[in-house]
């Protein structure tokens, strides 16, 4: 089945250390996305790449970085700048850039001890 | 700058009923609407998409309709069942209508038998 894959699901981490939390798709997307979810709040876009070796800056990103080495996959590190770094993190893909729906990954939950 | 919004507070309906959530948006017009479902720690699916040329949109127990008057979604559930308990996120394109996706922060639905 074609889908997204993220992990892992649930991550501690103690202050100081960068984590990098995994994302791989089968869907043949162009585009991947990077989102942070708070409760209460929206999604906020931390990173996106629209095709292999490119990605941008989303609103915040700060303290995050992202490769996209290949089309199927697109890590995302949590570093040691990032101030508030616990919180429910999302990967998503679309077809081509900011067209049409997205879909989602399951998430990964980082607890920062 | 553009602004969403959706009731924070939770809706809580009796099943068999029809439940309907709110969706508003300021500031400019955009092309189209998307309406996602987001269960406790899982990431979002998406539901619909309404363009600014669409008055409704169906699909089986689901009916979305976008007024550009009133700048306004509305998403319906009728008959509905425990199991369409969940969170409800819509999500709009920026002005210009190219670019990230903007959400919502979710409006969550509790359908008691």
């Known amino acids: 089945d074609g889908g997204i894959t993220q992990s892992p699901k649930y991550l501690f981490r103690k202050e100081g250390q960068n984590v990098t939390l995994s994302c791989e798709q089968n869907l043949n997307h162009d585009a991947m996305y990077w989102y942070r979810q708070d409760p209460g709040q929206g999604l906020r876009l931390i990173y996106y790449?629209?095709?292999?070796?490119?990605?941008q800056k989303g609103d915040i990103a700060e303290g995050y970085s992202v490769s996209r080495e290949k089309k199927e996959s697109f890590p995302l590190t949590v570093t040691s700048a990032q101030k508030n770094p616990t919180a429910f993190y999302l990967c998503?893909?679309?077809?081509?850039?900011?067209?049409?729906?997205?879909?989602f990954g399951e998430g990964s939950r980082l607890t920062v001890l | 700058s553009q602004k969403i919004e959706q009731n924070s507070e939770a809706l809580n309906i009796q099943e068999g009923k029809t439940a309907t959530l709110t969706c508003n948006y300021t500031n400019y017009s955009p092309a189209y609407l998307q309406w996602y479902r987001q269960d406790p720690g899982r990431g979002p699916v998406f539901l619909l998409l309404i363009r600014e040329n669409e008055k409704e949109k169906r699909k089986e127990r689901l009916k979305v309709t976008f007024d550009t008057t009133l700048k306004q979604s509305l998403f319906h559930i009728t008959a509905s069942q425990p199991a369409d308990s969940a969170t409800y996120l819509c999500a709009l394109p920026p002005s210009g209508n190219t670019g990230k996706l903007i959400f919502g922060q979710g409006t969550t639905l509790q359908v008691k038998p």
């Open positions: 790449s629209q095709i292999v070796n490119d990605f």
């Open positions: 998503a893909s679309s077809i081509y850039a900011h067209t049409g729906e997205l879909f």
